[in-house]
């Protein structure tokens, strides 16, 4: 038997339609005025620019002290985030605008801004280690690596080395060169590292670098992603439908997304690929939503002849109320839990799709109706459907 939440609801949805525009207006608006003359959007590295360093670190470290390091080399103003090992692991970003000829040395300034960040973490003992012709094999690149073991293991250099930095991403850090013997490298290699490297505090989990230029393209293709896919649907609707549909389907799903980039910049959060592609989904979510309405509107419309417009639009949201419901429900229940249990590096995305799940909800029953109203009151002449 299926699962039926409201035998006859009798809700008069469109009595609202004033207030939940007044509403829309009045965050989409503010949201506006924050990103122009407030705090403004926080763009992550890929639409701003800059560097961004993930680090862990052998022993638990204050934020604190991470943020002082980082001052005392002039880079007090990076954002620091801590990662899901508290107090070991850290999220780095430089933001530092760096003006030069091309987008090649951009990137290479960005990429001496990253070393920097790693050279203030590192401490006087790795520094004096560094001092000693010393390297740190917690730090260590592949290229430096095999330079490293070239001169005295030639032949399995390369095999050494893919061995070592697999280790070294399974663990996140080295402890102690004995660990080196689950890569199975053999006695002699083990010694060989022992003294040529030390094991510095930290190491970089992970290392990101875009121009200022690439940023900028990104934002500007972002954008144009948001747009047409925007486009795109209002052709479809106009043409399984009518024009006045699609154009209140566009509506709709504009001030989703807007109100959606409202809320996240008033959370302070950064805006990244990943946030855009949340955006996309969220206009592929709402438009499923607002489709199934139009789609009972339109049979509603043959069998309830003599009903007003309204009366009909009314009827048919009350007849997929239910369907709402435990549909939305659903979706919100899987974001809430990716939002809560998911980990840092999907909270963004899940926080965004939060927001946009409930407002695609909102938007559908309470503004895409209330838009082709408005329409056809100006435009009278133009009724109905597409048979």
């Not at 991470?66 to 070991?88: A, C, D, F, P, T």
């Not at 951009?106 to 006087?124: F, P, S, T, W, Y």
């Not at 590292?193 to 940023?215: C, M, N």
Request: aromatic content about 8%; proline content about 3%.
């Amino acid at each position: 038997m299926p699962l039926v939440l409201f035998k006859t609801p009798h809700i008069k949805f469109l009595k609202y339609k004033y207030v939940a525009l007044a509403v829309t207006g009045a965050i989409v608006l503010a949201g506006i005025l924050n990103v122009t003359v407030g705090k403004g959007l926080k763009l992550g590295v890929d639409f701003g620019g800059g560097t961004l360093v993930r680090v862990m670190f052998k022993t638990p470290v204050a934020v604190g002290d991470v943020r002082q390091q980082l001052k005392n080399v002039n880079l007090g103003n990076s954002v620091i985030q801590e990662g899901e090992k508290k107090g070991r692991e850290f999220q780095i970003r430089t933001m530092q605008v760096i003006k030069t000829a091309d987008e090649q040395a951009e990137i290479e300034a960005h990429e001496k801004l990253g070393n920097q960040v790693i050279e203030a973490l590192r401490g006087d003992d790795g520094k004096a280690e560094l001092g000693r012709g010393l390297k740190d094999l917690n730090t260590i690149d592949a290229r430096e690596l095999t330079a490293l073991l070239s001169p005295s293991f030639a032949a399995d250099a390369p095999q050494l080395v893919e061995s070592i930095l697999n280790l070294r991403n399974t663990k996140g850090i080295f402890a102690d060169h004995a660990e080196l013997q689950e890569a199975g490298l053999k006695p002699e290699v083990i010694t060989f590292l022992k003294d040529k490297t030390f094991l510095g505090k930290l190491t970089i989990l992970s290392r990101e670098t875009v121009g200022p230029q690439a940023g900028a393209d990104l934002r500007k293709k972002a954008t144009l992603a948001c747009i047409w896919a925007l486009i795109g649907m209002l052709v479809y609707i106009a043409f399984r439908f009518k024009l006045e549909y699609g154009i209140a389907a566009i509506f709709t799903l504009t001030q989703d997304v807007l109100i959606t980039m409202s809320i996240y910049s008033f959370s302070n959060r950064e805006i990244n690929l990943p946030i855009i592609a949340a955006l996309l989904t969220i206009v592929g979510y709402s438009i499923n939503d607002t489709i199934v309405i139009f789609d009972r509107v339109r049979e509603n419309k043959k069998i309830l002849r003599k009903e007003t417009l309204e009366n009909i639009m009314n009827t048919s949201l009350n007849q997929c109320l239910g369907r709402t419901i435990i549909t939305a429900g659903t979706v919100f229940l899987t974001l809430l839990a990716l939002f809560l249990f998911g980990g840092e590096v999907i909270n963004d995305f899940a926080f965004a799709m939060l927001i946009g799940s409930i407002e695609g909800v909102y938007s559908t029953v309470y503004l895409s109706c209330p838009v082709v109203l408005f329409w056809q009151k100006l435009f009278p002449s133009q009724k109905g459907f597409r048979k």
